[in-house]
């Protein structure tokens, strides 16, 4: 038995027979790890305000070899990330990030740049800063870059020419081609010139900046949503229909005026 300190990321706290919880945390260090706080229940229970799902923690877990569920000794709140929870847009699109790194990371090694990736956008919704789905779109292009499944859409991949007219994006390669270069093999999906260059934008190392600049229309929004999640579930071989994920895409099916809760605010201002 020996002790362990991580710096984590709460994906999911469920409460486990009278007076546990059971916690998934991603961490810098050692990618998904699961604990059990004991006497984790109630207001006056050890780690009562800690151990909420979204928030930055520092934890000290009790490690035995060849065990799944490993022990939680200490809990430190690092940042909880309050303002995210008042904003129906942003709360729904963390929930769904985090959701997506609980699925897709099981059988990584942990991934110090996609903790920091996490956190970056965790800030972002945290200052109400870029447009919440470009933000979630901005983290799955870059999981599946990390994970082994980069998108190449900066130009076709037949004729290097440009993408601009549209064209089929392939799943199996990751790469786009334009209508001229038709058929690509496999699994394959058309795309508007406005998605590539979405999708583009999105994947460059200032994406998080991207996300604040760009306002592209409810039809490239789903386009890119469908792409992205059909993209993952074909090299992960996982459904992504995932709840979060769901919700949070029901809400941007109302307009702003129905939801004036929706706030995007720019850099710096
Ligand atoms: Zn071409």
Not at 8 to 30: C, D, G, N, P, W
Not at 72 to 81: I, W
């Amino acid at each position: 038995m020996s002790l362990l300190t991580l710096d984590a990321v709460i994906l999911r706290s469920q409460y486990y027979r009278e007076t546990s919880r059971i916690v998934t945390f991603y961490s810098r260090e050692k990618g998904l790890v699961k604990g059990i706080a004991k006497g984790a229940r109630g207001k006056k229970g050890r780690f009562s305000s800690t151990l909420e799902p979204m928030q930055r923690v520092r934890i000290t877990l009790s490690i035995r070899e060849n065990r799944d569920l490993q022990t939680v000794t200490e809990a430190d709140l690092l940042h909880p990330y309050a303002s995210i929870r008042e904003d129906l847009f942003r709360s729904a699109y963390s929930q769904a990030m985090l959701e997506l790194t609980g699925r897709l990371m099981w059988q990584e090694h942990s991934s110090g740049e996609l903790y920091d990736l996490l956190l970056n956008i965790l800030q972002a919704h945290e200052e109400g800063v870029g447009d919440p789905q470009l933000l979630n779109f901005v983290f799955q292009i870059h999981m599946a870059g990390l994970l082994g499944y980069a998108l190449h859409t900066s130009e076709c991949a037949g004729c290097a020419g440009s993408l601009d007219g549209g064209g089929k994006f392939s799943f199996p390669r990751g790469e786009a081609c334009c209508g001229l270069c038709y058929p690509v093999e496999g699994a394959a999906v058309s795309v508007q010139g406005a998605t590539v260059e979405l999708i583009n934008h999105l994947g460059r190392a200032e994406g998080v900046a991207a996300a604040v600049a760009l306002t592209p229309s409810q039809a490239v929004r789903r386009e890119t949503a469908v792409l992205l999640r059909r993209h993952l579930e074909y090299h992960t071989e996982t459904d992504l229909n995932l709840r979060a994920l769901r919700f949070a895409e029901s809400l941007d099916d109302y307009n702003d005026e129905k939801l004036p809760s929706r706030s995007v605010k720019g850099v710096g201002k």
